[in-house]
């Protein structure tokens, strides 16, 4: 069989003999003989360079690549301005981890630093971490951090998104705090008076999406203070875009703000990497998971950045840890960064409008031509139509994936579109007529 492994048999010996061993058996001679492997593995044969590169660029061909792209549900098509890969390309930037030696890492954390405060702008907290894996992860490991002795009960909202549901479910799994979802209301909203019925003097948190999954828009004040009236913390997870135009989580009252940074600055992948982003407000900050980069001052009176706040998993006090997290996806965040420098509030707030505009438009020409409105409440840029129709549905995402445009997601009772800033007039325009065809 060929190998993978650029070591020759003459190297592979020399190394054996270096570490005081004859053969691979000598080696790992400690290991029970009934746990060896007593077959060799089914594995295919190994290739060359050639033969392999081949094999790679017919798998990579079946992706389909969709210039236009009106779905969301998590992941937004946004502009990434050409900055943002040039300022990430450099070589001394290219690193998806945490500096463990911050002295010698000072341009790393001061980057981190910076994309903290600008998170903490944005959201009108106090402290940020950089950072959790993904939106999902961060919304679990916040209903985590609110776990207490006496409190052990998380009231979740049905109208979030269901894989940031499943990630909660998948987290709280095997310990003994207690999840409780509330079914959304017919309206597509939080049931407010489902959510009032379910917390009690248990309840350690309560966690709703704004926008929700569907698009809408949340009345958050009225559910954090229903979790405050039971001394429950409230979590928020927002998409960050939204803030630019809506109140930011600190308004609603808010203890927690999470999210997936994703929208600024990362390109869709096929799941990722993505970014996850923790807020919280002072009182709270000690709980954050993560890392938390510090600014200081040395002997000298210069600017320096440091790792604070370490009563983490991988340092002293680690049974304070609230989490298991040991790794930081510090290049993704440093990517948000340098997103949020670039557009500042004036590009963002752009972005934000172009967003809702064109969401508004499109939604209005698709009612013209026999698409209704599943919910009637106000959208930033996604929202759900339905048809009369039983079978249009897949219908119209196939007419549209026909003529390289990606269509809506599929969710119960109808289609969830989203329209981004990357969508022109023509192109919305071009769908609805695909649609209307359909129809």
Known sequence: MGS???????????????CGYDSFDDMFSLIPEDMKLKAPLNLPEGKSELETRRIVTAISEKNKIFPHIFRGA???????????????????????????????????????????TYICEL???????????????????????????????????????????STIQTYTFGNDMEVVVVPPTADGLTD????????????????????????NIEDATAIGEIAHAVKAKFIMGVNPMTLALLKSPREYGADIAVGDAQPLGLPLGFGGPYVGFMVTTTKN????????????????????YVLTLQAREQHIR?????????????LCAFAAGVYMAAMGEKGMKQCARLCTSKAHYFASELEKIGCTLKYHGEFFHE?????????????????????????????EGGILWCVTELVSKAQLDKAVAIVKEVL
Do not use: W
Not at 76 to 94: G, I
Not at 107 to 115: A, P, T
Not at 147 to 163: D, E, F, H, L, T
Not at 285 to 304: C, E, F, S
């Open 192 to 215: 407010i008076e489902g959510i009032k019925a379910a917390v009690d003097a248990n309840t350690a948190s309560v966690y709703i999406q704004q926008p929700n999954y569907f698009g």
């Open 123 to 165: 959201t009108g907290m106090d402290v940020s971490n950089a950072s959790v894996y993904d939106g999902a992860s961060a919304a679990a490991e916040a209903l985590s951090m609110c776990y207490g002795r006496k409190q052990k009960k998380a009231v979740v909202s049905g109208a979030i998104n269901p894989y940031v549901l």
């Open 383 to 411: 929202f759900v139509t339905e048809v009369e129709c039983p079978n249009c549905r897949r219908k119209i995402l196939d007419a549209l994936e026909a003529e390289g445009i990606l269509g809506g997601a599929e969710v």
């Open 318 to 330: 680690r049974e304070k840890a609230s989490s298991n997290i040991c790794s930081n996806q510090a």
């Open 285 to 304: 900050m000690r709980a954050l998971p993560g890392r938390i980069v510090g600014q200081t001052h040395d002997a000298n009176g210069n600017v320096g």
């Open 74 to 116: 998590g992941a937004y098509n946004h502009y990434v301005p050409a900055m943002v890969k040039s300022v990430l390309s450099k070589e001394n930037l290219q690193t998806a981890y945490t500096p463990y030696q911050a002295e010698i890492s000072q341009g790393i954390l001061q980057s981190i630093f910076e994309y903290q």
């Open 4 to 18: 993978y492994v650029p070591n020759t048999n003459e190297e592979r010996q020399e190394m054996l003999k270096a």
